[in-house]
């Protein structure tokens, strides 16, 4: 695949680097389009309400601590973007008297602070952490609660949340995609260093860790319009993120796409390249065409259209 400059900017290897041809096909798709590129390994299922989808992906909490035992802990691994979902979780376990006790929960990512060299404290206005105990973990009752310790949020020193991995099964990672392609913030590299001139291979890529990273200028951006109003110099530059490495030991990856957090083209760019098996780290959330259980949820109503209209 033959790679142009981005259109975002020089520092950066991202999707406006992938062929114009590959651009435009995907621009063509259609809703019924996006639907049958479903293949073994990856699953797109389609909404026609929201409430419909956000109960669907509340419930994959449900279904992974049904499933956990203190033999066997079960756990899931969820994303802020999404987070309807949340207080969804929350009310089910206290409806259904859960006790989720032997279950797991792995926060994706949080953002790092450049000046204590750490994660931001849980009184961050955009704490990660804090918005899922919130709006979630805070809403169940204590005694159903799972105890705290079974809670795994990502910390700058990354060694006790890459071990609790091994502690228990990730029955599913669910994720949002950004406006740069990415789960969690697995954005794409810049280009410097051994990767100036290339992008680096899925093979490359899929090796990272949970780590320290630094955003991509879309990655920025997006998360001052969906969280701080857009105060772009409220958002750390840097953040800590679930990597590929974990990401691979989870059993299964469901994305949840409500047409809030990408765009149209977005949408449809990373369900073809997967559908497609087209792995390229310019759009990362594309390299889990290689992953064996990938499942992409549309709300039907967010998909929109490619169609130029001028506002």
């Known amino acids: 695949m033959k790679l142009r400059p981005s259109s975002i900017s020089a520092d950066w290897w991202d999707y406006t680097c992938l062929p114009l041809d590959l651009i435009n096909d995907v621009s063509r798709l259609s809703p019924k389009d996006i639907a049958q590129l479903s293949r073994p390994g990856f699953r797109v299922v389609m909404y026609d309400t929201l409430e419909d989808f956000y109960l669907a992906e509340a419930l994959e909490y449900i279904a992974a601590w049904k499933a956990s035992t203190a033999d066997n802990p079960v756990g899931i691994c969820g994303p802020i973007g999404p987070t309807e979902q949340l207080p969804l979780v929350a009310r089910l376990v206290n409806e259904l008297g859960l006790d989720i006790g032997s279950g797991h929960f792995w926060g994706m990512d949080e953002w790092f602070d450049v000046e204590t060299g750490k994660e931001v404290p849980a009184s961050h206005p955009l704490s990660f952490e804090k918005a899922d105990r919130t709006m979630c973990f805070d809403r169940i009752q204590k005694k159903l609660r799972m105890p705290d310790k079974n809670l795994h949020f990502p910390k700058a020193d990354t060694t006790e949340y890459r071990a609790s991995w091994d502690a228990a099964t990730c029955a599913v990672m669910q994720g949002g995609q950004g406006d740069v392609k990415h789960w969690a913030f697995n954005d794409p590299l810049p280009r410097r260093g051994k990767f100036k001139t290339r992008p680096p291979t899925p093979e490359e890529y899929r090796k990272l860790p949970t780590r320290v990273v630094d955003l991509h200028p879309l990655t920025i951006a997006q998360n001052a319009r969906t969280s701080g109003g857009g105060n772009i110099s409220m958002v750390p530059t840097k953040a800590i993120t679930v990597?590929?490495?974990?990401?691979?030991?989870?059993?299964?990856?469901?994305?949840?796409?409500?047409?809030?957090?990408?765009?149209?083209?977005?949408?449809?760019?990373?369900?073809?390249?997967?559908?497609?098996?087209?792995?390229n780290a310019c759009v990362p959330m594309s390299l889990l065409a290689d992953h064996p259980n990938v499942q992409f949820n549309y709300y039907r109503g967010g998909l929109g259209s490619c169609a130029v209209e001028m506002h």
């Open 243 to 279: 990597g590929p490495a974990e990401t691979w030991k989870a059993q299964k990856v469901s994305i949840w796409q409500a047409g809030t957090h990408d765009n149209p083209f977005g949408q449809r760019l990373t369900a073809f390249m997967i559908g497609k098996q087209l792995a």
